[in-house]
């Protein structure tokens, strides 16, 4: 099941299913019926304004985000998919801390409930550093389908992987 990279800590049963998906050449109208159609947020202007909205609506008092971005450089090849980085310089004797998302490339073109996936779970970064209980916690309070939405992303990477883009 080495064709499954994205999905190994799910069970051969679900692994299963997705390879039969594959061999009959079906993965792609599985996706589709879930997510016929991708965002149009294209534009990293247009995915800050996305990624404020957000946190404005569930982290108003975490730290500010100077930077929201596509980074062409994330991949999944890198096992990076979006990336937080906090960044601190000395500034004139003043310490000067930055808040960063960088989101792959892949995001601009994948349905909207992928790029939200992605997006909540960078920011629960804001809060939680690590993927640990209280992160998941704060993952599924910003996005209750956070869990199904995660593996329908990795099932949706496995086909790029296997085929090639789909939207």
Do not use: W
Not at 33 to 55: E, G, R, T
Not at 121 to 133: G, R, S
Not at 135 to 153: N, V
């Amino acid at each position: 099941m080495s064709q499954l990279k994205y999905l190994t800590g799910y069970p051969d049963a679900v692994q299963n299913q997705i390879i039969t998906l594959i061999e009959n050449k079906k993965l792609s109208t599985f996706i589709l019926n879930k997510y016929p159609i991708a965002h149009d947020i294209n534009s990293n202007k247009a995915l800050y304004s996305y990624v404020m909205d957000l946190k404005s609506q569930f982290l108003r008092k975490s730290n500010p985000l100077s930077k929201v971005i596509y980074d062409d450089k994330l991949d999944v090849l890198h096992h990076a998919l979006g990336l937080h980085s906090f960044v601190s310089r000395v500034q004139g004797g003043k310490l000067k801390a930055k808040n960063e998302i960088r989101i792959g490339s892949i995001f601009k073109k994948v349905p909207i409930e992928f790029l939200r996936m992605i997006t909540v779970h960078e920011l629960a970064h804001l809060k939680e550093k690590d993927h640990n209980k209280a992160f998941y916690k704060l993952c599924t309070y910003m996005e209750p389908e956070y869990h199904q939405l995660e593996f329908d992303m990795r099932v949706y990477l496995t086909y790029v992987e296997q085929v090639g883009k789909l939207y």
